[in-house]
């Protein structure tokens, strides 16, 4: 019986010389840090540094969540990477109606300046690159940062990290969505103006697959769909009268590293290598860094098992040695047990651990693409590739990615391959250990980490004073100039920065974008 790989591709038992007839290495590899970049965005990779180790963190307060980054920074962490709560998530404050009985529950609260200021208090922002994952709101915490930055002493021109950014994927895979696409991508635009002239080393997005595979999408599925949504970026930034290569290089993307090795690091590659040729060929793109394909990696939350948590240590140890024999830039490793509750700092500190022996303890940095020439690397990298591209020229006969979500296409696809490895699982032809296999006539008792019910009232009362502490004529004088720039053509963003250094909320100014923007309803939701 022949195997199959996650994306439903062949899986030979043994490949050899005719796996890759009439394969051309120049074409295919090139050097690393040349195009098509299969081999690696960089000449060098790991030999000259390592990966950056990126944990992502974020609970309850600003005060608890600042607490977490001075001991990850402690043990070695060299990025941050900012979980915020479904509230912030969704630009509710956190005394709306809506936010009740999730404030602080899977991410930090942030309200007001005043919370990012307790943020990042004592965490020098010249010295850290941190990463955000928002996105409908992602301009707001973008400009709160900056903010911060200046209170601080610290030029925009030194702040490095990314903001998510990325909302197709939201419509696609995951939700959190506020405005309409279209109000939504000129967000975006405007976003990546903003940096370019005021934050310049930002990157502007991180074009995510990682919460399609969450859902469910294959590997080729999660590169097709995130590749395509990045391509109808760069035609909005376009529109909007900006260069290619004034935007391009501030790109970056956001995947998942499965159990599955072998795919995942044929996934990478195959990734790059589509990204740079479209780049190059449709957007006419001269910057080198503008067809490079740089990305995050976070291990893959969906495979680790509430059951016999401890085994969840070596699943995300082969996840993150997938990720990184595959060229990531930088990498989280989730802590075996989330599948439970939030991470305690044990367990975020081993999962950081497990990052720093692979970078010290192994000889993975030793050389670049160590898989280059596989029989079966290569072979499976060409599969990956064949399957996405053929899943994206669907997207394009759609009208691009946003008609095709509004066909519901991307969305019915991964679905459909969810419902797939659900089935799979639950017949015992995918084996998930603990699970379905080698499971225990009882569990061992666990005491996760569990946030205090009374964070909510905590940041109501904050809200309150900062409401009964600041100027409201000049809150609402900022609002009304950015619910004007919204209802024109002029940047949101300037406009929002003021609002916010006034001390208007997150809830706020994302209310006064809804009353101009409206809110977007699913097309499935009537």
């Not at 991410?107 to 990463?131: H, N």
């Not at 370019?196 to 590997?219: F, K, L, Q």
């Not at 439970?340 to 000889?363: C, F, G, K, M, N």
Request: proline letters at 6%.
């Amino acid at each position: 019986m022949v195997r199959e790989s996650e994306s439903g591709l062949p899986v030979d038992p043994v490949y050899g010389p005719s796996a890759l007839a009439g394969w051309d290495p120049a074409e295919r590899l090139g050097d690393p840090g040349s195009y098509p970049f299969t081999r690696g965005v960089y000449p060098t990779m790991y030999t000259g540094r390592p990966w950056t180790m990126r944990q992502y963190a974020g609970f309850g307060t600003a005060t608890e969540s600042n607490a977490r980054y001075r001991q990850l920074i402690a043990h070695g962490t060299t990025g941050l990477s900012v979980a915020f709560d479904l509230p912030t998530q969704m630009g509710h404050d956190s005394d709306a109606p809506l936010a009740h009985g999730e404030v602080g529950k899977v991410g930090v609260a942030i309200d007001s300046i005043d919370d990012m200021r307790v943020l990042f208090d004592g965490i020098p922002l010249d010295k850290v690159s941190t990463s955000m994952t928002i996105n409908a709101p992602a301009a707001v915490l973008l400009l709160l940062y900056q903010l911060v930055a200046e209170e601080q002493g610290v030029a925009a021109d030194r702040l490095t990290g990314t903001v998510q950014n990325d909302i197709l994927k939201e419509y696609i895979a995951r939700g959190t969505y506020i405005y309409p696409p279209k109000p939504s991508l000129r967000l975006v635009a405007d976003t990546f103006e903003y940096c370019r002239a005021e934050i310049p080393r930002w990157n502007t997005m991180s074009i995510s697959g990682y919460h399609m595979a969450e859902a469910g999408a294959s590997p080729a599925q999660e590169i097709a769909f995130t590749l395509a949504d990045g391509i109808e970026y760069v035609r909005t930034a376009v529109a909007a009268g900006m260069g290619v290569d004034e935007f391009a290089p501030r790109l970056s993307f956001f995947f998942v590293a499965r159990t599955t090795l072998l795919e995942e690091v044929a996934k990478f590659r195959a990734a790059r290598r589509i990204w740079a040729r479209v780049m190059r060929e449709e957007f006419g793109a001269r910057d080198p860094r503008s067809l490079m394909l740089r990305f995050h990696t976070q291990t893959a939350g969906v495979q680790l098992t509430a059951q016999q948590p401890e085994v969840n240590l070596v699943r995300v140890a082969v996840q993150a040695l997938a990720a990184v024999l595959g060229g990531t830039q930088s990498l989280h490793t989730n802590s075996f047990d989330e599948a439970i509750a939030l991470p305690t700092d044990r367990s975020a500190r081993l999962a950081l651990r497990t990052q720093q022996v692979l970078a010290h303890e192994t000889d993975v940095t030793a050389t670049v693409d160590p898989f280059a020439g596989s029989y079966a690397v290569e072979r499976m990298t060409d599969d990956v590739e064949g399957a996405a591209v053929a899943l994206m020229r669907k997207v394009e006969d759609l009208g691009g990615a946003v008609a095709a979500i509004e066909h519901g296409f991307q969305k019915a696809e991964i679905e459909r391959n969810a419902y797939r490895i659900a089935r799979e699982t639950d017949a015992g032809d995918r084996v998930v250990v603990g699970v379905n296999r080698f499971r225990l006539d009882e569990e061992e008792p666990y005491e996760p980490l569990r946030v205090d019910p009374a964070i909510e009232a905590q940041q109501v009362a904050r809200l309150a004073r900062l409401r009964a502490d600041r100027d409201g004529p000049a809150v609402d004088a900022a609002l009304a100039a950015l619910r004007k720039a919204a209802g024109g053509e002029d940047n949101v963003l300037p406009p929002m920065k003021e609002a916010l250094r006034a001390r208007a909320t997150v809830g706020e100014v994302c209310n006064a974008l809804r009353e101009v923007w409206g809110v977007y309803v699913p097309a499935d939701a009537f």
